[in-house]
């Protein structure tokens, strides 16, 4: 045995990765934690095993389903690879991910490793690791950041990519990453879309303001695709989007996604265009690293969108949707959604301020829920729940919709049952993360049971 | 039905945490009470006309951001406090509360002048003063219990003992953290440290505004709004504060 203490602190690994799971836990980044205790250079040596690439996945939203579609890509095309795909993106978790695949003396090899990594953790993993790639996704301020944190953490990753053997994939539509290629002298490819049907002119009052990564002056923006991603130029500098190296053109969401990247037609299951800028990444990296487009599409059309982020149950014979609501973005993606889908419908919204949910629920007065048209989308009744149900019920109240069809129950289990009931076609279930896990087993329940009342149902019928 | 003028101040520059949140709830509440409302963006460089303004409204912002609003409104300044000496009603939260002191400085040491309305000044610290808050305030001579979040790393002390906090603090941190004196109050004019938005969830201190705009104008509001949810989401608030 070449390396005992390496191999005792895989075993550690696996043996806390066996006990999480009996115990029934998500997370997991207690057991690479405690093997990097144990030993501190298990990240660097495990990831010296892989063959091909790494590929760091970073970004403010979309990272997670990003990198999920690219490792279904990637096992598509027949490769091996480690990946952290649930979502534990910090040094701890992307070591979990490693020893979960490893062998106990830690020489397996594999082709690629798709590391999911929290934005301002990129730096501490660039030291024990090489990727070859990183990808960018956007960058969003979200409530937690209002102070500059965001422009501190973006000058972090700069600093820390300059210089290295890297290449960059970004957005050409968020001007928050124009500058790469100025700051870092690195290969910068550039994805973003083309003028799409869904683009919006309107400045709308909550929007933030972007600064120039130039120069700092107002941006000025010829249209909107999604939140802060568009076209936009500088008045003072006169710099623009950088040019696109791969193009999302011809989008629909009916509400399923249709789009063509370069010209190669895809299809899938998912819809918002937050998920449309998801696809466009994955496809550009599968691009970069050869992939062949047949497998690409392959992916991308069996890819579902996972829990809470857009989740479908059928109960009661109506469509009840579970969507995970964290920022303005997210929620103003999710309330725009409705207006591509006819029919009366529920809303409920799950608002917790446990330190996930973040504490502050005041940016749930920065989505523009006002927009929403309530007479046209045909919103029936809002159920409004959680540790700050009366918050997100005034959000609705002072946005016009009337009081008289705001309901509050705090409760879960019956609240979902109000949301669910009716005649309505179907039900949105918007939650803040700690309400997530709950609402979705309680959903899965309702489901199953109201499957098994079809069965019996249809047991019944008298032939015909 | 009357019509009334709010004006916000540099929405883009100064507007964290949800702050446009009071002035929908004003101009909601105003609908209900019968009343016809617009709110005019004020932007640096543009020009200000106390004669027509029913509130002045100004949210929160960061060190750059407070300081590109200081250049312009500097200049602003005397018919500010000639219209604030007048009643005009005035919200200022955060950053914008700062702002009305004679300075802020920096934890790194580094001095910003203020406005210089009140005799007040703010320290920065790295530790920021964060969550729910609970203060107890007198608004048209009753005793009300406003609640909010707080999120700021700035200590605010009186220089001046005679200035009168918006509110004591039961909960929370308030200026400081340390006097249990929350925000300040003169005339109709209100600062204070709390978001969440203000308003929405303290329907009292909205009508406190609404009532002096009115009665400026020379007429009483009488009508009765239905608060049922406001109430319930002060309270849960306060709950979970009180235990
Ligand atoms: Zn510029």
Known sequence: MKNLRLTLAIIAGKVLIYMSRLLGHQGTSLPGQIARKIYPRILRTLSANIRREIVAITGTNGKTTT????AEIL????????HNRLGANMLSGITTAFIEKSDIYGSRKFDYALLEIDEATVPLLLRETRPRLVLITNFFRDQLDRYGEMDHTIKLIQEAVKDQEIEMLLNADDPLTANFQAETGLKCWYYGFDDSSYDNCRVMDSREVRYCAFCGHQLEYEKYHYAQLGQYSCPQCHSRNPERDFTGHELEMSPDIELKVDGMALKSPCQGFHNAYNILAAVSLARLLGVEDENTKKAIASFKPQAGRMEVFFINGKRVVLVLVKNPAALNQTLASLIYDPGRKNLFFALNDNAADGRDISWIWDADVELLEY???MIEQIVCSGQRSGDIALRFKYAGFPRERIKIETELPRAIELAVQGSVESSNILCSYTALFTCQRILMEMGKRSEAGEEKEKAYQPQS | MAHFHLVQLYPNLMNLYGDRGNLLCLQKRLEWYGHDSSIENINPGDSLDFEHIDLLFMGG???REQELVLQDLASKRDSLMKAVEEGLPVLCICGA?????????????KEMQGLGLFSFFTQGLKERLTGNILIHTTLNGVEESVVGFENHGGRTYFIDKRLQPFGSVIKGFGNNGEDKKEGIR?????????HGPLLPKNPQVADFFIKAMAERKGFRIERILDDSLENYAHEQVKRKLMG
């Open chain 2, 61 to 63: 912002g960061s060190e």
């Open chain 2, 97 to 109: 509360y700062q702002l009305l002191g004679e300075y802020y400085r920096s934890h790194e040491g």
């Open chain 1, 75 to 82: 096992q598509q095309q027949g490769y091996s690879l480690v």
């Open chain 1, 67 to 70: 990198s999920n579609m690219l």
């Open chain 2, 186 to 194: 003169y005339k109709n004019l209100l600062g204070s440290y709390l």
């Open chain 1, 375 to 377: 007479e046209n989308v």
